[in-house]
C-alpha cells in the first residue's frame, strides 16, 4: 500500500490510500441498474478519473471540490489510468493532510505578476482605456490574483487567471509594437486586461478554491456577456465616451473569436481579432505545458480532448 501518492507518479498496479480532492463525483446508474460513483481525483501534481462500484452514497455532485480519504487500486481503461475505489470518505478535522500537495497552483510569483499587470496598465496611453482597467482591477482585484481562469481545459489552477492574463498583457504589448499602423496599442492592452475578469461570477469555487461548476449566470450568460456589462457599467460612471465603451465591449464580446467557440459577436476590428488569438495561442501553450509534464521524452499523450489530437515530446 503506497500512502499520499502523487497522481504524476502513479502506474498500473500501485494500490494507494491517502488524500485528494474530488475535483468530479456524479452519481450514475450502469447498463445492469446498479449505481456508482464516476468520479476525477486530483493534487497538486495532476488528475485522474476514478469509479465506485456499487455505491449509491452518499457522496456526490455536492461533495465536488472537497478533500476525500481515498483508498483504491490504479488500472488501465482505454489507454488511460483509473483508479478503482474500495473505500472513500470525505477528510474531516481529525485528519492530516498537506494542502500544499493537494491544490495545484500557477508557477508564478504572485506579487511580482500582479505588479508587471498593473505596470502594463499605467502604460496604456488612452486616459480613458487605462482608468476603465485601473477601476475593474481595483474592484476585482483579489480575486483576479487568485481565482483559476477555468474549470478543467486550462490554467485550472489557484492564480490561474493572473498567470493567463499577464502572459496575454506581454504577447499584447510585443505585437502592438510589431504592428503598430494596424492596431491601437491602448485598446488592444486594455481589452486584453479586461477579457476574462466577468469569470469571477461565471464560477463557483470550493473552499480550497478551485472551480467546481458554473453559477447560474455563469450558464444563463457567460463572462464574455458579463464582462461587457459591467465594462460598460463602469465606462459610464467613469464618463468615458460611447464610441470607446462600445469598442471595449466588443473586444470581450468577441474574443472567443467565433460563435461555435462561444463568442457573442466575430471579431470586427483589428484589436479585437488580435485578442482572440492572444488567447488561443495561451490556452493552447498551457495545454501543451500541463500535458508535456506529464511525457518522458519521445513519448506520444493519448488523445487530448482541448486540442482534439495527441501530442509529442521530443528530446
Known amino acids: 500500500m503506497i500512502y499520499n501518492e502523487r497522481i504524476a507518479d502513479m502506474s498500473v498496479g500501485d494500490e494507494l490510500e491517502g488524500f485528494y480532492i474530488l475535483k468530479l463525483a456524479q452519481g450514475k446508474v450502469s447498463n445492469n441498474g446498479r449505481p456508482y460513483l464516476n468520479a476525477v481525483i486530483a493534487d497538486a501534481s495532476g488528475e485522474m478519473d476514478a469509479k465506485v462500484?456499487?455505491?449509491?452514497?452518499?457522496?456526490?455532485?455536492?461533495?465536488?471540490?472537497?478533500?476525500?480519504?481515498?483508498?483504491?487500486?490504479?488500472?488501465?481503461?482505454?489507454?488511460?489510468?483509473?483508479?478503482?475505489?474500495?473505500?472513500?470518505?470525505?477528510?474531516?478535522?481529525r485528519d492530516s493532510y498537506d494542502l500544499s500537495l493537494l491544490v495545484p497552483v500557477a508557477p508564478i510569483d504572485v506579487d511580482r505578476?500582479?505588479?508587471?499587470?498593473?505596470?502594463?496598465?499605467?502604460?496604456?496611453?488612452?486616459?480613458?482605456?487605462?482608468?476603465?482597467?485601473e477601476a475593474m482591477l481595483r474592484r476585482h482585484g483579489e480575486a483576479f490574483r487568485t481565482i483559476p481562469a477555468g474549470k478543467s481545459v486550462h490554467h485550472s489552477f489557484i492564480s490561474g487567471l493572473l498567470m493567463h492574463?499577464?502572459?496575454?498583457?506581454?504577447?499584447?504589448?510585443?505585437?502592438?509594437?510589431?504592428?503598430?499602423?494596424?492596431?491601437?496599442?491602448?485598446?488592444?492592452?486594455?481589452?486584453?486586461?479586461?477579457?476574462?475578469?466577468?469569470?469571477e461570477e461565471e464560477f463557483l469555487y470550493s473552499e480550497l478554491g478551485l472551480v467546481t461548476d458554473y453559477s447560474v449566470k455563469g450558464e444563463l450568460l457567460g463572462h464574455l456577456v458579463m464582462g461587457a456589462q459591467e465594462v460598460a457599467e463602469t465606462a459610464r460612471e467613469l464618463g468615458v465616451p460611447e464610441d470607446k465603451s462600445v469598442l471595449l465591449q466588443h473586444m470581450l464580446l468577441s474574443h472567443h473569436g467565433e460563435p461555435e467557440f462561444g463568442a457573442a459577436v466575430r471579431p470586427m476590428c483589428a484589436e479585437a481579432e488580435l485578442l482572440s488569438y492572444l488567447d488561443l495561442i495561451d490556452s493552447r501553450m498551457e495545454i501543451y505545458r500541463e500535458n508535456l509534464e506529464k511525457l518522458l521524452p519521445g513519448q506520444f499523450s493519448q488523445r487530448i480532448f482541448a486540442l482534439d489530437k495527441k501530442i509529442y515530446k521530443h528530446e
Request: proline content about 2%.
Open 53 to 93: 462500484w456499487d455505491y449509491p452514497g452518499p457522496i456526490g455532485a455536492q461533495d465536488e471540490g472537497k478533500i476525500a480519504k481515498v483508498r483504491a487500486t490504479v488500472s488501465e481503461f482505454r489507454g488511460s489510468l483509473q483508479a478503482t475505489i474500495e473505500r472513500l470518505r470525505l477528510a474531516d478535522e
Open 113 to 133: 505578476c500582479y505588479k508587471e499587470v498593473e505596470s502594463l496598465v499605467a502604460s496604456i496611453e488612452d486616459s480613458d482605456y487605462r482608468e476603465v482597467c
Open 165 to 199: 492574463t499577464a502572459n496575454m498583457l506581454r504577447q499584447a504589448d510585443f505585437m502592438a509594437k510589431l504592428y503598430g499602423d494596424v492596431v491601437d496599442r491602448s485598446l488592444l492592452l486594455a481589452g486584453t486586461c479586461l477579457h476574462d475578469m466577468g469569470k
